[in-house]
């Protein structure tokens, strides 16, 4: 039986979530970048087109576009189609805003880079409140 693997962040929203990793390399455009009805990225060009982060936990390094990016992740969790929480790397004000409309536990500045720990599929326990990342490994998972 394998151990959890634990990062230490910076809150950005408060709050507790886990569910299943998706992660992206990539940045994410809100505006012309996801459905905010489904959570489905639709950019073309990314390498999530065709997922949904809906209920999961979103890996990712940051926001990219206009200011329009925060109102549809607004619109997803209106649609209840927001992921669970969020991690990511560049804190700019487009990001900060989504996560703070999205109302779901957010998290920043984290002592290991998740893109290179969190892998899609990985259990990941966000406690933003705490400051604290568990995460489990898919391969873990599986042998239970």
Request: hydrophobic fraction near 40%.
């Amino acid at each position: 039986m394998s151990q959890a693997i634990t990062l230490k962040g910076r809150k950005v929203v408060g709050g507790v979530a886990e569910g299943e990793a998706i992660v992206t390399g990539d940045t994410i455009s809100g505006w012309g970048g996801i459905n905010e009805r489904d959570g489905t990225v639709i950019e073309r060009r990314h390498e999530l087109r065709g997922q949904s982060f809906k209920g999961k936990v979103l890996v990712f390094p940051g926001a990219k576009g206009s200011s329009g990016y925060s109102a549809y992740f607004h619109m997803a969790r209106i649609n209840g189609a927001s992921p669970c929480a969020m991690l990511f790397n560049k804190m700019t004000t487009k990001v900060a805003l989504g996560c703070v409309v999205s109302r779901v536990p957010a998290m920043t500045e984290l002592d290991q880079d998740p893109l290179e720990v969190i892998e899609t599929g990985d259990w990941v326990k966000v406690d933003a409140d705490r400051g604290f990342v568990e995460i489990v490994k898919r391969k873990d998972r599986d042998a239970v």
